[in-house]
């Protein structure tokens, strides 16, 4: 161990005890509550989970790994082909469509839900504007149940095959395929034999994420199932039955589920081999037939005019007239109204101020905790040492929501320690402490990705050339930092200003966040309202992601997000 | 084995012209290099014949085939990248067993045949024990004949090489540029070879085409190149030439340039009177005593002692002069501000009209 200052001393202290307090003590008492039944030590909770009388929470196990692999499958080949067709391809459009084809993932998870509800729903546009066509009594192929929560997660998590394939690819080095064709290689065996092993790290990554948020996700089960049972929402309902012993145990199985997927993420496939490789991309070459090219072109279009509908829809029906759309395929009255409402009635802002607020406070600790985190992993004598550092500091990154929201209500309905006064659980501060546990792990992965980028010679010079330690940071490693900073900030606000599937079970009233609202309109039959508070927050969200310059496009990037 | 024609490929990118409708034909067995600095389009008129870029006009015939609409993966050339293209996720083995494989010949060639084949290409290339390591654990000097094993074991009618040295270091290319040679002798394959490198084009080829613009200035071995260069580009790049503009008068009897004026000798080829640009390779200079006839005063203005020989960058009027003489031949005390009188040695002078 090297000399530290009395001040580096003092803040790995005050970093070791924030990340204490409200990563490990929360966790802590989830798992342990779910050891005790009646005052003792039990594993009564565990046992009832696999009990084979009562197999609801088996079932529900089941319905969520099922969907998940599901999923996988799924937005793997959609993903995969508009990965393919936006780098192999050149036609009219291209750059911007291939942008607009992440939208879906920087939609909330609410917003995105709904939005989908509103389309391909039971009473839905699609089935609806079908039923009408065909003159049917009731609406055609709704989407629902099962085969519901599936079209919803492959509708969010293709982006990920498609951000990872698509920059596989254009890194892919063009003279590879060259080498191959040259060889007496046809397309398909240099697809399979050539481009294939290339994609591999990327598609095994992107998989684990999909697999990882299928498993997390509560707000299509909870919009969609239909009764149908998950794991998430296992995890709500004994909550709200005042069962939150089982509720940690519940939570405590999905997290050992995530957290698995984590580690294989973060230590497994990502990590790439050493061979220098020139990086052009290869449009052209993998290039098929003239008619399958069009195909495949049509097919693209198609796929991303359904995914441009809920967005579309959405906005739509902001628009709509309240109570003009029951039975109608669109609603049959528009008016400006749900807008102008936020002009007369200022307590309308009241969600949207309170989600600002929040996500400010999650961002500004986040930032704090994240940057000097990140500083003094890197600074770690031990690569070793400073890659499990790592990968402790960030593990809230693969602890869901739900669980999140659970633990927090066990640690904090009660004094940290004894003799304090602190009772967070139905106050204001609970939200932006959770919002900070589940997005500051972007900060420290974005920065540290931006360090490991930084060649430690700019410093070195640096310092040769005469500036002192203040001046190097300032005029070197800062510039350098930046764009990683700035782009894990814009993360943290996004995902705290759009934050569900905590705030359900922590919010209260007075400092209910926008998704929450939303659900509540919603339940009301608000539809105008509630897509009227969406697209506000699709708005905002939207200006953010130009601020940090586009949406998600670089590789880059793709890391922070992991 | 087979000999390569080319009839007036051309090939643009967008208003640019890479290429400008070039006529190559290279026998069968011949070492031919392109030579020519970057952006002339040498990589451009290899890609065409490797048949990565179509061109947009004229015909490429391998042997008596017209090979210009044949997909790439039909053509059985080989060819070694500048980065060399290897597969980073294969071992050494399965790269070089890579085209064998892909090869649609039946019957099917067996294992064993495989097998056999790649150790005698790696053999060739002295790498038999690397067989089974992974690419990326290789050295670039490894991965570099990797690469031409890769490319030899198909039994290419014609091989390629776009710039394969120019990731090495110095002793490493010299001796690889050697090896080339020797398997190219070996297997007697006709060979294309792009570089930017002058010394390596002498060395290594039977013929050489110096190519400027997109176009080729002159085609020949490489000795005929050097001593009788068609224009002042090919003397200047090959031979390392200063140019020195000047002008001719009407008898074709005397160059002058900023007062200084140099008579030309008897019976040496002169362009038509008028501007003229003047070609003098470095070991084409001496220096002089003063006073004797046909000198050309000049004031030294660095020099460059590398042992056997020291360099010279002189001042003529306002042209500048390289000058490269044996160190021992009186140049002790010639220093940077010293003016010298400078023998011109005509051998290696030529005299060019000006270029437009």
């Known amino acids: 161990m090297r000399f530290r200052s009395p001040g580096t001393l003092l803040t790995i202290t005050l970093l070791a005890a924030v990340f204490g307090i409200c990563v490990v003590y929360p966790l802590g008492a989830m798992v342990a509550e779910s050891l005790h039944a009646g005052g003792k030590f039990s594993l009564d909770h565990y046992l009832f989970l696999f009990d084979m009388s009562n197999r609801v929470n088996l079932e529900a196990v089941g319905n969520s790994v099922y969907v998940s692999v599901v999923s996988v499958a799924f937005s793997g080949v959609i993903g995969l082909f508009l990965a393919f067709v936006f780098t192999q391809f050149r036609f009219p459009l291209r750059s911007l469509l291939a942008r607009l084809a992440v939208l879906p993932v920087a939609l909330p998870p609410l917003v995105g839900v709904i939005a989908f509800l509103f389309v391909f729903g039971e009473t839905g546009i699609i089935p609806r504007g079908l039923q009408l066509l065909f003159g049917t009594a009731a609406p055609l192929i709704p989407a629902g149940g099962i085969s519901g929560v599936i079209m919803v997660h492959v509708y969010s998590f293709h982006v990920y095959f498609y951000l990872f394939v698509s920059a596989a690819l254009g890194t892919l080095d063009g003279s590879q395929l060259e080498a191959a064709t040259g060889l007496g290689s046809g397309p398909w065996r240099t697809f399979v034999r050539v481009v294939l092993p290339e994609l591999r790290p990327g598609l095994l990554a992107a998989s684990a994420l999909t697999f990882m948020s299928s498993m997390a996700s509560f707000t299509a089960p909870l919009l969609f199932a239909g009764g149908k049972n998950f794991i998430t929402l296992q995890i709500y309902a004994s909550k709200l039955n005042g069962d939150i012993d089982l509720a940690a145990a519940q939570s405590v199985l999905l997290t050992g589920v995530s957290l698995l997927f984590y580690l294989f993420l973060t230590l497994g496939p990502a990590r790439r081999s050493g061979y220098a490789r020139k990086g052009t991309g290869a449009p052209g070459l993998m290039s098929p037939g003239k008619l399958s090219r069009r195909v495949m072109i049509v097919a693209a279009f198609t796929l991303l005019g359904i995914e441009l509908l809920p967005v579309i829809a959405i906005i739509v029906l902001s628009l709509a007239r309240e109570g003009s759309w029951t039975t109608q395929w669109i609603p049959s009255a528009y008016t400006a109204g749900n807008y102008a409402a936020f002009f007369t009635d200022a307590a309308l802002w009241k969600p949207v101020v309170n989600s600002l607020e929040m996500a400010v406070l999650a961002l500004v600790a986040s930032l ?42 066990l640690a904090f309905n009660r004094p940290v320690l004894p003799g304090l006064p602190t009772l967070l659980v139905g106050t204001f501060w609970i939200l932006p402490l959770a919002y900070f546990v589940r997005e500051y792990p972007v900060v420290i992965r974005s920065v540290s990705a931006s360090l490991e980028g930084m060649d430690g010679s700019l410093l070195e010079a640096a310092s040769g050339l005469g500036a002192g330690p203040l001046r190097r940071f300032r005029t070197v490693a800062l510039p350098v930092l930046l764009p990683g900073i700035l782009s894990g900030g814009v993360l943290v606000l996004i995902g705290s200003l759009g934050e569900f599937v905590s705030s359900i079970l922590l919010y209260t009233y007075d400092s209910r966040p926008v998704s929450v609202e939303i659900l509540a309109q919603l339940r009301l039959f608000n539809i105008g309202a509630a897509a009227a508070y969406s697209v506000i927050l699709m708005v905002i969200i939207l200006g953010l992601l130009r601020l940090s310059g586009g949406l998600l496009a670089s590789d880059r990037r793709m890391s922070y997000i992991l | 084995m087979a000999g390569l024609r080319l009839e007036g490929i051309a090939k643009s990118f967008g208003r640019f012209a890479a290429v400008r409708p070039t006529h190559l034909e290279i026998p069968s067995g011949e070492f031919f290099a392109i030579l020519g600095p970057s952006g002339c389009g040498k990589s451009t008129l290899l890609r065409m014949i490797a048949g990565y870029e179509r061109p947009d006009a004229g015909r490429v015939f391998l042997g008596e085939t017209d090979i210009t609409s044949q997909r790439p993966q039909d053509r059985g050339i080989g060819m070694v990248f500048q980065n060399y293209a290897l597969f980073p996720h294969m071992t050494v083995f399965e790269n070089v067993a890579f085209g064998l494989r892909a090869r649609k010949v039946s019957p099917k060639i067996s294992n064993d045949a495989i097998s056999a084949q790649v150790a005698a290409a790696l053999e060739s290339v002295r790498l038999s024990e690397k067989s089974r390591s992974p690419v990326p654990a290789l050295s670039g000097g490894e991965q570099q004949r990797v690469a031409v094993a ?168 306002d042209r500048v002069l390289k000058a490269l003489v044996v160190s021992t031949q009186g140049t002790a005390g010639i220093v940077p501000g010293k003016n010298v009188s400078l023998r011109v040695d005509w051998r290696h002078c030529s005299l060019f009209a000006a270029r437009r």
């Open chain 2, 150 to 317: 890769r490319a030899l074991v198909i039994r290419p009618r014609l091989l390629l090489f776009d710039e394969p040295l120019s990731n090495l270091d110095i002793a490493l290319r010299l001796q690889t540029r050697e090896e080339i040679r020797m398997l190219q002798r070996a297997t007697g394959i006709t060979t294309v070879y792009v570089t930017h490198d002058q010394g390596e084009a002498m060395s290594l080829a039977d013929r050489i085409a110096v190519m400027r613009a997109g176009e080729v200035e002159q085609a020949g071995e490489p000795g005929i190149l050097y001593n009788s260069p068609a224009n002042s580009f090919v003397a200047e790049f090959l031979g390392g030439a200063s140019l020195i503009d000047c002008h001719l008068d009407g008898a074709g009897r005397v160059i002058a340039w900023n007062g200084i004026s140099l008579p030309v000798p008897a019976g040496f080829p002169v362009p038509p009177p008028g501007p003229a640009v003047l070609a003098i390779k470095p070991e084409g200079l001496s220096f002089a005593e003063g006073g004797e006839n046909g000198v050309v005063e000049a004031l030294v203005r660095s020099r460059e002692y590398t042992g056997f020989t020291t360099a010279f960058t002189l001042l003529a009027g």
């Open chain 1, 368 to 409: 704090a905790f994240g940057i000097t985190t990140a500083f003094l992993v890197s600074r770690m004598r031990s690569r070793l040492a400073g890659t499990w550092a790592n990968l402790a500091l960030t593990l809230p990154y693969a602890v869901p929501g739900t669980v999140v929201a659970v633990a927090f209500i």
